[in-house]
Nanobody, 116 residues
């Protein structure tokens, strides 16, 4: 069993920054890839970024490349998403997830709202 808790969301003006955190407990954290997804009102949940267990490999959706950075601290069992140059279209609930046999476990989500 894995428990994931996101934090760090909030209201920010366009062009601003936020850092999201995802604290994990349960199974061996460092073994598994983790990722960030988001869901805007009326839209499907979409992939944002992912990071391998060691943190050596990362992958980003095209719409966040150059603006968002995913990272993890295995000693703290925490994954991060640094979001810069935020746009109103980045407004969504952001979820973290862990990939054990697929995206098996999810957090409850944290709201990010970007005002224009």
């Amino acid at each position: 069993q894995v428990q994931l808790v996101e934090s760090g969301g909030g209201l920010v003006q366009a062009g601003g920054s936020l850092m999201l955190s995802c604290a994990a407990s349960g199974r061996t954290f460092r073994r598994y890839s983790m990722g960030w997804f988001r869901q805007a009102p009326g839209k499907e949940r979409e992939f944002v970024a992912a990071i391998s267990g060691t943190g050596g490999n990362t992958n980003y959706a095209d719409f966040v490349k150059g603006r968002f950075t995913i990272s993890r601290d295995n000693a703290k069992r925490t994954m991060y998403l640094q979001m810069n140059s935020l746009k109103p279209e980045d407004t969504a609930v952001y979820y973290c997830a862990v990939d054990i046999t697929g995206w098996d476990y999810w957090g409850q989500g944290t709201q990010v709202t970007v005002s224009s």
